[in-house]
């Protein structure tokens, strides 16, 4: 029996060993990530790599933008200093509850802002998070909450990624990449204080939308309804002025269920909901679906601005 035991050692240890040298191979094969069960891409897209390691000296802020895209390329802190205010954009890619609960865990207290602001979008809410996991793991700190995150997906990619990302950490190359603030492929530029500028010279058709209503959102995920509820006792334990908002879109009224997350919402915190507060037009304020052009930001920046003064703590 004990020789059994110690056969059944040997090859835990030997199955082990393999598996992580062959993780640590296949990571530097070109383009490995195609097709695999692994994706450890630093400086990706959206430029978290950049935005994260700018906090630990950024200094504190008067407003902190948390969520996906949308806020990231709708919130640009240019326009804010013009008016006297300090902001950070602490977005990523497809971020959902679970990755903003984990973000504000780790820089509420560095960025110490007068007010949060928070994006509600239902897609974020309708998907399990498994992309931008990856983008968190490669691209921020490996710690507890990385754990955190694993356990909650369940699943093989976040896995093995986030193996090889503790891998890294370990012998000291996970910090090691610097990434370029201007990426033409993208045709994107990086801003001091988390946004991305999009050249204007992009542009995607967007299409028109040909019936009022007849699309719906998807219903939200317990599991990101659960980090929603978590973030906010987060932000009340601190002692956080917040609001929640939803950020402009193309095809607004094509939704039917615009209002899906609107019942999650606690009826003490405000809530603006900028497509009914101001008047977007797809053709001309917008790149994409869900992302404002340059005019449209500039209309929204200043619009918030003077909201801002309303909704802060005296």
């Known amino acids: 029996m004990l020789s059994y035991f110690k056969k059944f050692l040997v090859f835990i240890f030997f199955a082990s060993f393999v598996y992580l040298c062959s993780l640590t191979l296949w990571a530097n094969i070109p383009y490995s ?109 490996i710690d507890q909450l990385s754990f955190e995150m694993a356990f909650e997906q369940n699943d093989l990619m976040v896995w093995n990624t986030m193996i090889y990302a503790s891998i890294m950490n370990v012998i000291g190359k996970h910090n090691d990449f610097e990434e370029p603030i201007h990426k033409p492929k ?74 899906i997350l609107k019942a999650y919402i606690p009826e003490s915190v405000p809530y603006l909901d900028f497509n009914r507060l101001l008047d977007f037009h797809d053709s001309t304020d917008f790149y994409d679906e869900y992302h404002l052009n340059e005019g449209g930001v500039d209309k929204l920046d200043e619009y918030f601005i003077n909201e801002f003064y309303n909704l802060k703590p005296n």
């Not at 050249?199 to 998807?218: A, G, P």
């Open 33 to 141: 990530y195609i097709g695999s069960n692994f994706l450890y891409r630093q400086g990706s897209y959206g430029h978290l790599n950049t935005r994260l390691k700018e906090i630990p000296e950024y200094g504190e802020v008067d407003i902190l933008f948390v969520g996906s895209s949308r806020v990231y390329r709708g919130f640009d802190p240019r326009i804010f200093k013009e008016n006297g205010l300090k902001v950070f954009v602490l977005g990523s890619s497809s971020q959902t509850p679970l990755h903003s609960y984990i973000l504000l865990n780790r820089y509420l207290k560095v960025l110490n802002p007068k007010l949060v602001v928070f994006d509600l979008l239902p897609n974020t809410f309708a998907n399990k998070g498994v992309e931008p996991t990856l983008d968190l793991l490669a691209n921020d700190r």
């Open 186 to 259: 993208d045709h994107d530029t990086y801003i001091k204080g988390g946004y991305v500028h999009k050249d204007s010279s992009f542009q995607k058709e967007v299409e028109i939308c040909e019936k009022e209503k007849s699309m719906k959102w998807h219903e939200p995920l317990d599991v990101q309804l659960n980090y929603f509820k978590k973030m906010i006792s987060l932000l009340d334990r601190n002692n956080q002025k917040f609001v929640f908002v939803n950020m402009p879109i193309a095809h607004f009224h094509c939704y039917s269920n615009n209002d």
